[in-house]
């Protein structure tokens, strides 16, 4: 089975960058983590920044 998990933030804050790609690594941690224990797939993680939204 695939599936995604998508977080999306609609309201940046200016001068947490630096909190948010550390919380992803932690994220991208855990899940890798649980893959290497057999219990699911390696994650992929896609960063974007979308401008157009406003």
């Known amino acids: 089975m695939n599936c995604a998990l998508i977080g999306i ?3 940046p804050v200016l001068g ?10 932690a994220v991208n941690e855990y899940w890798g983590t649980l893959a ?3 219990k ?3 994650p992929e993680m896609f960063l974007f920044s979308d401008r157009g939204m406003g």
């Open 9 to 11: 933030r609609r309201m």
């Open 40 to 42: 699911c797939s390696m």
């Open 36 to 38: 290497a224990e057999g």
């Open 16 to 25: 947490r960058e630096t909190l948010a790609l550390d919380h992803a690594d």
